[in-house]
């Protein structure tokens, strides 16, 4: 689905609804005007009954698009006050998360931190990269409308897609009626039919409505799975993830079949016998309540009457609704701050599960930042042992030391004195970026998860912030050769920038 609701780039993204808007028109108003100027295309141009239906579907449709891209979101609102305590009273929990007082007290419900917003997330939200805030109910932001798909804006978003299917399948009906009646008059002479044009704008239609219409329905059919669920495309990234490690752990704990067995990694010698999904439990998915109860809550309301109904609204966030006074409690009105459970697990709060990845990385980052730390330090150890391999290292530092203070301010003076790029400051470089990553040896794809769905989807390509998802950095396990490597192209960095590394290597010790 990220072809459908993935993000795209923010020059094409402020083109996108106006690009939206020409294809509504082009394929709601072009038949139409084929249809009535086209005498010779049977069976001519719509009736009465056709032009009111067709074009009572597309007004709907341009109103529930108008709607899904102008409504609000949502967003939380916080005391300052409240806001500046939970900040200091935040802590970690065992998985990584933080969590803090105040936000679903008395339900059990873990409370997320959000470290973007500098605020409470609230259970189903997501901080979304484009919107800059944390979205109720996320279920991911759609490019082809500019917005986000939240709490507020399924109703109308839902109601725009079933009003474009509908109308993108009767029109389909209208062009499925020319080309049969083509089919059948196709031994007349060509002088009796349409138009060699006719035929082609006939032909262009046809595809691109399809096509349209083949998208959308998919869009359309997974919107109203969600919806029957009460899933948003954001949680069911999550479950598929949450199967997937138990499915690894059950695959693991079963040593009598040998292909799961070996394919695990984890029981096998010399594996992670401590991998964190062979601990995982099994969560289910806490806010189904039956199909009609989670219609009702996404709709807003328990009328059927109403779900379709253009000009209908949907549910809308409620104020803060937490007091510090116990006498005055929690507001009666709780909408997108709680979510109430379906009481299938042991315990509220439990939803998402843990990511097993997020877990090895909060326990394994430093850990394995020591590890090299100590391997690149018994290194140089070594190394000192051999008096004259040592002198003729420090001296190449040396050297190399003194390139880069005259390159640095070579760059500094000709920058001042805007020299052109041909004297050569611009291309030397203080640091080695590429070099200065690896000598870490441990981060590869900091603040993203490295698992995706069978469709090859990570988080965010639905829109959500990762880096505010993700605290930890995985962790890259190095091999003891590829440790001893990294050492030796330790030789040809800068005596400066290893002394600003060792500096910052005892900080960060001093720190822990």
Known sequence: MAFLVGSIEPTLQRLAVPAVCLLIAFEAYTPQWLFANSPDLAPGPLTSAEFYT?????????????????????????????KKKQKKEKAIGSDGEEVG?????????????????????????????TCK???????????????????QTFPHFLRFLTYTNLSLWTLLYFLSQRFLALWESRYLPAYLGPTLFQLVLLTVLTFTVG?????????????????????????????????????????????????????????????????????????????????????????????PLLWFFPFAGGPTIA??????????GTSARTTGWEYEENGLNDREGLWPPADPDKIRHAKLWRQRKREADLALEQARYERSLDTEAEREAFRRRQEQDLMWRGSSRGRILGELEELPAEYGYESDNIVDEEAHGRMGGIVVDEGKSGWVNADGE???????????????????????????????????????????????????????
């Open 54 to 82: 067709f074009n009572t579907l597309v007004l709907c449709l341009w109103y529930t698009y108008y709607k899904a891209c102008t409504v609000d979101p949502g967003r939380y609102v916080f005391p300052p006050s409240y």
């Open 101 to 129: 007082e105040g936000v679903g007290v008395g339900r059990g419900q873990l409370r997320r931190w959000c470290k973007k917003c500098s605020a409470p997330k609230p259970p189903r939200a997501h901080h979304c990269r």
């Open 133 to 151: 805030r944390c979205i109720p109910k996320m279920d991911h932001h759609c490019p082809w409308t500019s917005n986000c798909v939240s709490l």
């Open 211 to 303: 096509v349209t219409s083949l998208a959308l329905g998919i869009l359309f059919a997974t919107t109203i799975k969600g919806w029957l669920f009460n899933t948003t495309m954001i949680e069911s990234w999550e479950i598929e993830r949450h199967e997937s490690a138990l499915e690894r752990r059950y695959g693991s704990s079963s040593p009598d079949d040998d292909g799961s067995w070996w394919a695990s990694g984890e029981r096998a010698p010399g594996g992670d016998t401590n991998a964190p999904h062979l601990s995982m439990e099994p969560v289910e998915f806490p806010y189904d309540f039956g199909i009609f109860a989670n219609m009702a809550a996404a709709m807003g309301t328990r009328n």
């Open 319 to 328: 104020p803060y609704p937490y007091s510090d006074d116990p006498a005055t």
């Open 458 to 512: 990570h988080l965010g390509d639905y829109g959500v912030d990762e880096d505010a998802e993700f605290d930890e950095p995985p962790v890259e396990q190095r091999s003891q050769q590829e440790l001893m490597r990294y050492v030796e192209e330790d030789e040809e960095v800068p005596l400066a920038e290893l002394i600003r590394r060792r500096k910052v290597r005892t900080k960060d010790d001093e720190d822990t």
